[in-house]
């Protein structure tokens, strides 16, 4: 199963209503022997919006996220493109022509989660279910 940043993020941030579910999934993952997986994207991503003032009432340094990811992701798998990455993304866009703007970013995680064998991502963001064969797992 993928994480989605959605996930890190509140699991980072104690004024969220998602905090205490995402650190206890997160736990879950963390000590289960089943592999669960990030993306490169993801994880930019999440710096991005857990340093960001403007998003984050108290953003945290760049230092201290990125260690706080370093600590996480170690028991992670990361997915990361194969030759096939272009080709998927290409079949993606033929299948789904509404992929434009913000769902660029998601129909990218879904391109990674195929060429990888990957079908269930753990995210409150709906958008993952306009994709076909992508089983999304509320924490």
């Known amino acids: 199963m993928v994480v989605d940043t959605n996930i890190l993020l509140y699991a980072t941030n104690p ?16 000590a289960g022997s089943r592999a669960w997986y990030v993306t490169w994207g993801n994880l930019y991503e999440y710096l991005r919006v857990a340093t960001h ?3 984050t009432a108290h953003p945290a340094a760049t230092a201290e996220a990125w260690a706080y990811l370093r600590e996480l992701v170690g028991s992670a798998r990361m997915l990361t493109e194969t030759d096939r990455h272009a080709d998927l993304f290409q079949q993606l866009l ?6 434009s703007a913000n769902l660029v970013f998601d129909a990218r995680t879904v391109v990674l989660m195929k060429e990888n064998g990957v079908r269930r991502i753990c995210t409150f963001d709906r958008d993952f279910r306009r994709f076909d064969g992508i089983e999304v797992v509320a924490p």
């Open 15 to 30: 004024d969220s209503p998602h905090h205490q579910v995402c650190r206890d999934r997160l736990a879950q993952l963390r």
């Open 53 to 55: 003032p403007a998003i």
């Open 94 to 99: 033929r299948k789904h022509s509404w992929i």
